[in-house]
């Protein structure tokens, strides 16, 4: 809450295979196995074979005295026959044919083959890849959203509804949050809220800089090996994030807190520690988010992604607290950073609003960004509970979060 920000300031593939078929021969066909069957479906681009063709120049495999019977269009003669060849169809050339009309069977028989169980299972699920091997995209919401210390009860999250505010931030995890205790959190009270229609912004407010501005957050700063220490809390916030029932694709936004400028040993641990963070949240499937100081911690992670640096966050939460939005336009951020969708600007802190009879002590944010996605499990858990009933979504006007939207 109050330490949020400082106040203010902020091979190539396989080709797919097509049965040799033309029309019908105008005279006697070529004799040797039937032709192949048309497939009754497109075959599976994974089929391992290629069509072959027929050579143009083959003549037909039946021996005769007489003159060779008219071929069939789909396999064309040479435009100038040799004068000098022999009528009669060599042995090596009724081979070549008789083997490549089997080829033409085989893989017609392999078009009409079933697809294998699991081909057909990935296929039935609206067409896209299990979660084994890509990940789905996160939701993500254009709207307003609060954040507050402590989860608020079922009750008051029912009540607010009635509110401007679409979305909610939940500090679910870490040892530097500043309301360890959290009375209302827990998977139901995830689903339940979900299942009124609130989005969901987890919050980790894990170690902090060494520097860090603000006195209650000093115990818990990073230590000697911020890259290990680092790692170890982005496994136990998805731990956390799980166990409340967030699904995989998530964001989670580590929180670091405002530190002081100009310390580039503080700097270069932070950067460490976060990155390891960043790194090790992705590597477990879910998106890695930032909320930082715009003049401190966001100016920073800004630098390093101008000087090409990798496994920084994928979301950018920034507090400048101006009293309005300008969520598309922070003067520290490039216009094309974090963009599109990768945005939420904390533009006011230490607020208190109330709405249906209920009061809060909150932060405002404007937020284009991704939110929480709720498994099928935990969802069931709102079922049957009194508050956990659906709600309309709530809109936001164009213009509304500070400059016009991209």
Same mark, same amino acid.
Not at 224 to 233: A, D, F, I, K, L
Not at 365 to 389: E, F, I
């Given at each position: ?33 039937? $032709?192949? /069957?048309? =497939? +009754? ?5 994974? &089929? *391992?074979? @290629? %069509? #072959?063709?027929? !050579? ?6 039946? $021996?005769? /005295?007489? =003159? +060779? ?5 789909? &396999? *064309?003669? @040479? %435009? #100038?026959?040799? !004068? ?6 060599? $042995? ?315």
């Amino acid at each position: 809450m109050s330490t949020h920000a400082p106040p203010p300031e902020p091979g190539p593939a396989p080709t797919t295979p097509t049965p040799v078929a033309g029309p019908a021969p105008t005279s006697t066909p070529v004799a040797g196995p039937p $032709p192949a /069957p048309t =497939p +009754s479906r497109t075959p599976s681009p994974s &089929l *391992p074979f @290629s %069509p #072959t063709r027929l !050579p143009s120049s083959t003549p037909s495999p039946t $021996p005769s /005295p007489t =003159p +060779s019977p008219t071929r069939s269009p789909s &396999l *064309p003669l @040479s %435009p #100038t026959p040799s !004068p000098t060849r022999s009528r009669f169809a060599s $042995p090596a050339g009724v081979r070549a044919v008789v083997g490549a009309l089997v080829a033409v069977l085989a893989g017609a028989a392999l078009v009409a083959a079933p697809l294998p169980a699991s081909a057909a299972r990935e296929g039935a699920e609206s067409g896209t890849p299990s979660r084994s091997t890509t990940l789905a995209a996160p939701a993500h919401y254009v709207g307003r959203a609060f954040d507050t210390c402590e989860a608020p009860s079922l009750a008051v999250m029912k009540a607010w509804r009635s509110s401007p505010y679409g979305a909610v931030g939940i500090y679910f995890g870490g040892r530097g949050r500043g309301c360890p205790t959290q009375r209302e959190l827990n998977p139901a009270w995830v689903a339940s809220v979900h299942a009124m229609g609130w989005r969901l912004l987890p919050l980790f407010v894990g170690s902090q800089a060494p520097c860090v501005t603000a006195a209650a957050k000093r115990p818990f700063a990073i230590g000697s090996s911020p890259v290990r220490q680092g790692t170890q809390e982005g496994a136990d916030a998805v731990r956390a994030a799980s166990a409340l029932g967030l699904d995989t694709s998530s964001p989670l936004y580590l929180d670091i807190e405002a530190y002081r400028s100009g310390d580039a040993g503080c700097t270069a641990t932070t950067l460490s520690f976060v990155r390891a963070w960043s790194r090790e949240v992705r590597r477990l499937g879910y998106v890695p988010g930032y909320y930082s100081s715009a003049d401190t911690g966001v100016r920073d992670i800004e630098a390093a992604r101008r000087a090409g640096t990798q496994d920084l966050p994928a979301v950018m939460w920034f507090a400048r607290w101006l009293g309005r939005p300008t969520l598309y336009t922070e003067p520290v951020l490039h216009p094309e950073a974090w963009m599109p969708h990768a945005r939420i600007h904390q533009y006011a802190g230490n607020v208190t609003e109330a709405y249906g009879g209920r009061r809060l002590n909150i932060d405002r944010n404007a937020m284009d960004a991704p939110v929480a996605s709720v498994t099928p499990v935990a969802a069931s858990l709102a079922r049957g509970t009194p508050d956990g009933d659906s709600a309309a979504p709530i809109g936001v006007e164009e213009g509304a979060l500070g400059g016009p939207r991209p």
